[in-house]
């Protein structure tokens, strides 16, 4: 399969199979139209000769197998679960905001109680990881909520455990937060900057769309608490990863301005993520909106290049693609890994496939502070990759995507095996732009 595209002002090809990025001229682009008729229409305004030419050009290179390379791979290369590698540990089912996009419904996942995880409960789900992970010595830990940071004594205990256990096991763990900012203290700061191998920062952009959708408890705008904790985090990261990641709803089609507002402001590492949730609310995403948003990731781009030539460069998550370094066939296939190598705990220790299935009925996969694993439910996690999903085995963006979120596919679609459309359009969109940069990056290195 070949995807021409242009993007940027310049005309492209992926190669799907290969995962090779071919910039072209106006004919050969032309002649690698998937369309026969339209094809022909285009090379008829070339000499017959150049045409003829050309094609014969590409017919040689689809022999040698240097384009249009075979990408029907064979599910059997995922014939068994993999090892559980990574896991996501609900800190506090309790947030000192009140996001009105939450999808964990403020932060307690429809738990009555706000209730906080234990230290006995990490350090039990700790231990679960270590025994599932198999030969695997890297390991994955991202301390969540609702607001982590209300359970900060509890996650510094955890970490210490987990330390120890490496010693003891030889395992590595990365240790990641995601916080609102709003109660980073100096002590936080350094803890997290000590111990954390990341950071998300939850900000939305500019101070009024931040505080439209991100109010406190009170009703009030959390955005000039969140930037000025934030900002002092990152000052005193030095050079450990973190980046700040926003959320844009149909009250901010014009996202560019809230990631230029995150660039302005002092921050280096930036995404802006498109709100899921349903059509009956009024800030939702809709199709309608498409269009629109599909223009605004152009003008983000145009804006992410131009700030790069002013020496004012920022690094955008969804413009950033590694065509030498990528991910391997298997994450390639598999995506997140969410209830096959990844779960989420809650603070009673009950197991989900990932965080955004904590609290749905008949979802739980089992419980740290028993041992228990649902392995059927992990098979149908692990079978549910892009060669098992008729939309994606059709899709150029597959083996970059690799198939989408599997909640967001059952919120919107009631089923894992079909991927959410809206999702899927905004990403493919992003993901010709990132091929646009990265050709643009090359040409200035070559």
């Known amino acids: 399969m070949i995807h021409t595209f242009e993007a940027l002002g310049q005309k492209l090809a992926l190669d799907v199979g290969s995962g090779a990025l071919h910039q072209l001229d106006d004919i050969a682009f032309d002649a690698l139209n998937p369309d026969p008729a339209e094809r022909a229409r285009l090379l008829s305004r070339y000499p017959a000769d150049e045409a003829s030419a050309i094609i014969v050009e590409l017919d040689e290179l689809r022999r040698e197998g240097v384009i249009d390379v075979p990408d029907d791979y064979d599910a059997s290369l995922l014939h068994e679960p993999g090892v559980v590698k990574a896991m996501c540990l609900h800190a506090a089912h309790d947030c000192n ?34 025994g599932k992970s198999g030969s695997r010595r890297a390991l994955e830990a991202d301390f969540f909520g609702g607001e982590p940071l209300l359970n900060l004594r509890a996650v510094k205990e955890i970490v210490a455990y987990g330390r120890q256990r490496e010693r003891e096991t030889g395992k590595r763990f990365s240790f990641t937060i995601t916080t609102n900012a709003v109660g980073l203290t100096d002590d936080a700061i350094h803890f997290i900057n000590a111990e954390m191998d990341n950071c998300v920062l939850s900000l939305d952009g500019r101070r009024e769309v931040h505080d439209r959708m991100r109010p406190d408890a009170g009703g009030h705008g959390s955005y000039d608490r969140a930037l000025e904790s934030a900002l002092k985090l990152v000052a005193a990261r030095g050079e450990k990863s973190y980046y700040v990641r926003g959320t844009f709803t149909a009250y901010n089609l014009d996202f560019t301005n809230d990631a230029l507002a995150l660039a302005d402001a002092g921050f280096e590492h930036i995404s802006v993520e498109p709100v899921v949730a349903s059509e009956d609310e009024p800030y939702a995403l809709k199709q309608e909106h498409l269009p629109r948003i599909l223009a605004e990731y152009d003008a983000l781009a145009a804006a992410y290049i131009e700030r790069r ?138």
């Open 97 to 130: 905001l009140r996001c009105r996009y939450c999808f964990a419904h403020d932060g307690t996942y429809s738990d009555p109680t706000r209730a906080r995880m234990s230290v006995s409960v990490g350090k039990a789900a700790l231990d679960w990881l270590i």
């Open 309 to 446: 030539r002013q020496g004012r460069p920022f690094s955008f998550f969804h413009f950033n693609v590694d065509l030498e370094n990528g991910p391997c066939l298997r994450k390639r296939l598999t995506g997140c890994g969410a209830g096959n190598e990844y779960v989420a705990v809650t603070p009673e220790g009950k197991l989900y496939p990932c965080h955004q299935f904590v609290g749905r009925e008949g979802w739980e996969i089992g419980d740290a502070t028993t041992g228990a694993f649902n392995s059927a439910m992990q098979r149908v996690f692990a079978d549910n990759h892009v060669l098992s999903k008729p939309d994606c085995r059709a899709c150029w963006a597959k083996y970059f995507c690799s198939g989408g979120c599997c909640a967001n596919a059952l919120s919107m679609n009631g089923r894992l095996d079909k991927p959410y459309e809206l999702a899927c359009a905004m990403q493919r969109k992003r993901l010709e732009l990132a091929l646009a940069i990265e050709a643009m990056d090359l040409n200035e290195h070559n």
